[in-house]
T-cell receptor, first 112, second 110 residues
Framework: DSGVTQTPKHLITATGQRVTLRCSPRSGDLSVYWYQQSLDQGLQFLIQYYNGEERAKGNILERFSAQQFPDLHSELNLSSLELGDSALYFC???????????FGPGTRLTVL | GQQVMQIPQYQHVQEGEDFTTYCNSSTTLSNIQWYKQRPGGHPVFLIQLVKSGEVKKQKRLTFQFGEAKKNSSLHITATQTTDVGTYFCAGETGANNLFFGTGTRLTVIP
């Protein structure tokens, strides 16, 4: 158990819909990262937040957005969903910057 | 842009054989980390290398960081079925960014 929690574990929705994925980092960690992992793919970095502020952006689509709240939990919002958005979405946290990252169990999103 | 490439993408070995995955960066890294993701699981931190030429061992796993701090390798001696999974390297640049490699998926045939 990494100490990072993600909800929900599974999400099944239809094209065009919007969903919100939630992540709670390990106690004391200020940085939160979001990754997308499609079948047989590596980890695609989406976005990083540090202490509530956006720190770095990766290959995040305009239909996707994220935020980190004062209690440091983070949400990833995916809108106008397409079939190709079906993937595992991981959240990771670290103490500060790019320290060791601790990954949550992931949310498996299926878009039908 | 910054890229971290790993080879091979896939590797099948007989149980007991050795395995090596290589990680190469287009730019100098301040440190490199290695992660393992078991099938159906999430990436788990294995180790971090910081110094040029550094070598670290964890039981049957040997990690190396190149002299130029642009490449790294993970070598597993006498693989076991428990070694199955995808191994990722992740390199940190001085610009405070961590770039994950493309991963090497290891299959161990009993």
């Amino acid at each position: 158990d990494s100490g990072v929690t993600q909800t929900p574990k599974h999400l099944i929705t239809a094209t065009g819909q919007r969903v919100t994925l939630r992540c709670s980092p390990r106690s004391g960690d200020l940085s939160v990262y979001w990754y997308q992992q499609s079948l047989d793919q590596g980890l695609q970095f989406l976005i990083q937040y540090y202490n509530g502020e956006e720190r770095a952006k990766g290959n995040i689509l305009e239909r996707f957005s994220a935020q980190q709240f004062p209690d440091l939990h983070s949400e990833l919002n995916l809108s106008s969903l397409e079939l190709g958005d079906s993937a595992l979405y991981f959240c990771a946290s670290s103490r500060r910057g790019p320290d060791t990252q601790y990954f949550g169990p992931g949310t498996r999103l299926t878009v039908l | 842009g910054q890229q971290v490439m790993q080879i091979p993408q896939y590797q099948h070995v007989q149980e007991g054989e050795d395995f090596t995955t290589y990680c190469n960066s287009s730019t100098t890294l301040s440190n490199i980390q290695w992660y393992k993701q078991r099938p159906g699981g999430h990436p788990v931190f294995l180790i971090q290398l910081v110094k040029s030429g550094e070598v670290k061992k964890q039981k049957r796993l040997t990690f190396q960081f190149g002299e130029a701090k642009k490449n790294s390798s993970l070598h597993i001696t006498a693989t076991q079925t428990t070694d199955v999974g995808t191994y990722f390297c992740a390199g940190e640049t001085g610009a405070n960014n961590l770039f994950f490699g493309t991963g090497t998926r290891l299959t161990v045939i009993p």
